[in-house]
């Protein structure tokens, strides 16, 4: 039916020992995809690793097969290819992705960001599509199996966070169709959502309260600002990837129509995450910053203090995208 994602299992049918990985500081779609096609070649009888150079955050732990993750090139593994999921560029892999240019491994690439760079062998790219977790019902379904309860709670899981919860403008009815079948299959909602949205440490509880108290907008209230310091990363005692979801909250007043959460960093560089309405193209931001994304979502890391990064950030939104 789609003849890119059938070359895609056809490839994957007649290939063995795959190096499967996804973006630095990965969210709840890169994990949760790479845990669903790794679920899905185990059941083909096929090897594989899951390498990627950051952790899996904590509050993801309760995703079936996520102790298989790992942030070291297994010695003994036999890699011949590598499945590059949710990633733009080879460059979002951190240090995964030189070991895969270093190998001249054969990459299948499969995301859905509209500045995939197409840097794979095969590229299966579906900008349309709310997420990489959404792209892999189809892709599983081609390679002949079953989606199963455990895949269909990575899946589910996947497409709850790139659609933030069911708000993001690539909310489509196919979404509602998807993640139906998925509840068919055995997701169950109740607890992705305990998983996701109710289990998190009393640290990252007070980093929100801290974060909130700095909210500020334009004097248009066009654009509101959020910032997280070291100093309240320190006080809370919460990690960085705790704050994940918090980015959405600068776009949470009437009227907004840019959010921009800055996040100190460990070394010293200011983290940018950008989120807006469907009229303003966050992505065209980023990209003009270094970083990329959607087009309302999305980041990139600058240099810089608090002050200067956010008065360049400001400047360049108004440059770009309001008069
Ligand atoms: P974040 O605000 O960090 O959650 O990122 C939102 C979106 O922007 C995600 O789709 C990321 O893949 C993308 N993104 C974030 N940071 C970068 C970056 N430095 N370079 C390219 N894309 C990024
Ligand atoms: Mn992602
Ligand atoms: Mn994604």
Redesign the pocket.
Known sequence: MHPEVDAVAEYVRAENGFLIT??VNP?I??IASQLAIASALSSLGKESVIVNEDPIPRWLEFLPGSEGLRCDLPAEAGIRVALVL?ASDLDRLGWVGDVVRERALPIVNIDHHADNVSFGRLNLVQPHVSSTAEMLVGLISALGLEIGRERATCLYAGILG?TGSFRHPNTTSRVFRVVADLVDEGADPERVATGIYYSRSVGAVRLLGEMLRTFRESDDGRIGVLELTRGSFDSSGATMDESNGYATWALSTRGTEVGVLLRELENGRIRVSFRSTPEVDVGAIARSLGGGGHSTAAGCVLDGSLDEVRGLVLSRIRELEFV
Do not use: A
């Open positions: 996804s973006h969210d779609d890169s949710d790139d």
